[in-house]
């Protein structure tokens, strides 16, 4: 682990250096050193803030989709995941982000740790998280410690995680880790759910959805829901999605997100980790990714030619009636 | 359904309140789905009245939100209907549409919403007969559902 923090640092102060790149992004410990938040590093002295380990959880991409027009001509340094390169990937796809402008590091990675899951165990706050292979140590400010397996405390994404290295990167800060031979996607606790009966569905939906605030986390958070001033979600004409505060409305607020970023969000996650009231909103993407894949054996974010299905089609298409 | 009936009575008309008891919402491209059901009505062609005809230009126009905020405003179902695959008077609109309303389509299940709520179909111009069989198939379905209360979307 600490191989690959050590060569994004050297990748990014070697970038700093030579002025290759304006400012890097990468990761690096909160306040509270057993979170961690994303730095944005201007000079080569201050790399030595970037941290790598397996709480890096944020996708730095969202941060592209903001700052690529502002300022105008910045070149960016930015780190990738496996899942956060698709949402690259899907950036580069629509042109959103100028491939010429961007210095991408891509880590290898294991499998995010949900920190979520750690705080649950304890009363007190967790004031740090160690890693020593695969055992996971967590000590609160009382003093407490409890030790965790890793694979117990993975995010469910990662566990069904078919691409955990970069596909677009410019150099990388490991050696590519062992692939699985079966690229077939997994899709987890989506199948429990769909078993469920259209009543069952309902209710939980509902249960789910009820306690939406609507603070657009999920919104900012997400790289490939880049409309900003002009979503729909914000504007009242057209008035597709309500002030009222229900289930109804926050539903149709979160399926707004869900189509807009249909074709291009390849489930990293980012909307889940980023919701202050923990809904679980891989039961929307994921389930639309399930049906696109099923529909036209499609994946997001895998192929730089390829466009989003939905600015595309085929007379062909193996669906409706003909 | 009691508030249903309550209106059309206000309205001076008297129906039985099984008819009343769903609101369908259709949503038609201009070409080709509006003229077939304009042709079905002009021949006197019996269909189910529970039906709402939006007319768009083209179901490339229509965003699956449409169908979605129907359902949130109280819709029973929701009906989609445009050109044949190739007919699209703009060429292609109809070729983009299908892949969001199939992805709609098996969407809809996943949030309680029984799948025969929700269809897309190609119904044209000069089909004033198949209009007809589409919407009394379709509307006897929802009819047979009944109305959805108390639901989440």
Known sequence: MSDRQAKIRELARAALAEDRVDYFIGWKQAYNPSEMIPAFVRSADEVDQLVWNPLAHHNLTAFLKRKMPDPPNARIGICVKGCDSRTLVALLQEELVDKERIYVVGVPCDGIVNRRRIEKEFADEVVDISFAGDTVTAVTRSGESKEFAKGDLLFDHCRTCRYPNPF?????????????????????????????????????????????????????????????????????????????????????????HMFHVAGRCPSCGACDRACPVEIPLYLLHRKMNKELYDMLGFEPGVSLEEKPIFQTFDVNDPFGEH | MAQATHTKQAAGTTTTDAGDSVKVVGIVCNWCSYAGADGAGTARMKQEYELRLLRVPCTGRIDPLFALKAFEKGADGVLISGCHPGDCHYSEGNYYARRKFELLDRMLPHLGIEPDRFKYTWVSASEAARWQKVVNEFVGKVKALGPREGRAL
Not at chain 1, 180 to 186: A, F, G, L, N, V
Not at chain 1, 194 to 202: G, Q, V, Y
Not at chain 1, 217 to 225: K, L, Y
Not at chain 1, 237 to 250: C, M, S, Y
Request: one cysteine or more; glycine letters at 2%.
């Open chain 1, 168 to 256: 677009y990167a410019d150099d990388m800060a490991a050696d590519p880790i062992v692939e699985p031979d079966d690229r077939t996607p997994m899709w987890g606790p989506i199948e429990e759910f769909e078993a469920l009966s259209p009543a069952e569905k309902d209710a939980k939906i509902a249960e789910a959805f009820e306690t939406c605030i609507r603070c657009f986390a999920c919104i900012h958070a997400c790289p490939v829901c880049w409309c900003w001033d002009q979503c729909v979600n914000r504007c009242r004409q057209p008035a597709l999605v309500g002030q009222r505060v229900d289930t109804k409305e926050n539903l149709m607020f979160q399926m707004v």
